[in-house]
């Protein structure tokens, strides 16, 4: 996933000025076509994560099967279930 800190919320949402300055700066020039839209997964999580903040989340979700949505939130619920675990593990024997 990408560094970039996103505010993604239930409701979509116009940017700030400095938001979209900042967002403007990090899109693709372009779009390309290579297998599948824009270049690489970089490109596509940014623009991903511009087209959620813009949208929000209960847009989103019609898309798919929300069985499937929800299986993939299970599942990111457990990871970052699992690594607090592991920090929490790191740190008592820190």
Known sequence: MTQ???DIRREGRHWT???????MYQAPEQIEFVGGIFAGESE???VLGMLLENLGI????RFGNLEDWKAAIADQEREVKRIA????GIDDHS
């Open 44 to 46: 596509r999580l940014k």
């Open 4 to 6: 970039e800190r996103w």
């Open 85 to 88: 675990a592991l920090r929490r």
């Open 58 to 61: 209960d847009k989103v979700v």
């Open 17 to 23: 000025r400095e938001e979209s300055e900042r967002r």
